[in-house]
T-cell receptor
Framework: SAVISQKPSRDICQRGTSLTIQCQVDSQVTMMFWYRQQPGQSLTLIATANQGSEATYESGFVIDKFPISRPNLTFSTLTVSNMSPEDSSIYLC???????????FGQGTRLTVV | DQQVKQNSPSLSVQEGRISILNCDYTNSMFDYFLWYKKYPAEGPTFLISISSIKDKNEDGRFTVFLNKSAKHLSLHIVPSQPGDSAVYFCAASLGGYQKVTFGTGTKLQVIP
């Protein structure tokens, strides 16, 4: 399995500001993903974080709003830019470890934008 | 377009009885299905999975059934325990774990 540390666990931010969320894994992983869970909604994939190259974004998500970095095989960041109250969600980092067919999740970052 | 649907937002079951959580999907190309459990303030935890080539997978108290013709899967928990109280997400993917599509979740409450 994998132990995933996600920081911060929660934050309250002013609209118009940006927040960077960190995801650290205790082992090298093949794939890293970022998800969002809006209140009362399912988990929605934002993007696949690619090591050493630009992230692959899903429909409805753009790099200017959600820039992602993945400098190595154990670490990634997601930035939520120019935040509005609609960005209030739980953001989750997810990884796939070699030899496993399921993904592991971090504990999530609960973001509230006021 | 919600490709994975969990039509019951909540379910209450007496301790020791069976819990049955249901999930429907629309994309017949999905070939791998998973169930995750989520406690408050924690990330989802993998519970059990099933490949589209099977119709049943069992792991202890947890069994997942897949009916491909009906595009329906269900999770059975027997016997249910108070510690099973959580939100359960059904998920489906194409070609193994690539892009996983999640349902909206069912909140299970097991009453002692």
């Amino acid at each position: 399995s994998a132990v995933i540390s996600q920081k911060p666990s929660r934050d309250i931010c002013q609209r118009g500001t940006s927040l960077t969320i960190q995801c650290q894994v205790d082992s090298q992983v093949t794939m890293m993903f970022w998800y969002r869970q809006q209140p009362g909604q399912s988990l929605t994939l934002i993007a696949t974080a690619n090591q050493g190259s630009e992230a692959t974004y899903e429909s409805g998500f753009v790099i200017d709003k959600f820039p992602i970095s993945r400098p190595n095989l154990t670490f990634s960041t997601l930035t939520v830019s120019n935040m509005s109250p609609e960005d209030s969600s739980i953001y989750l980092c997810s990884v796939v470890v070699g030899g496993y067919t399921e993904a592991f999740f971090g504990q999530g970052t609960r973001l509230t934008v006021v | 377009d919600q490709q994975v649907k969990q039509n019951s937002p909540s379910l209450s079951v007496q301790e020791g009885r069976i819990s049955i959580l249901n999930c429907d999907y629309t994309n017949s190309m999905f070939d791998y299905f998973l169930w995750y459990k989520k406690y408050p303030a924690e990330g989802p935890t993998f519970l059990i999975s099933i490949s589209s080539i099977k119709d049943k997978n069992e792991d202890g108290r947890f069994t997942v059934f897949l009916n491909k013709s009906a595009k329906h899967l269900s999770l059975h928990i027997v016997p249910s325990q108070p510690g099973d109280s959580a939100v359960y997400f059904c998920a489906a993917s194409l070609g193994g774990y690539q892009k996983v599509t999640f349902g909206t979740g069912t909140k299970l409450q097991v009453i002692p």
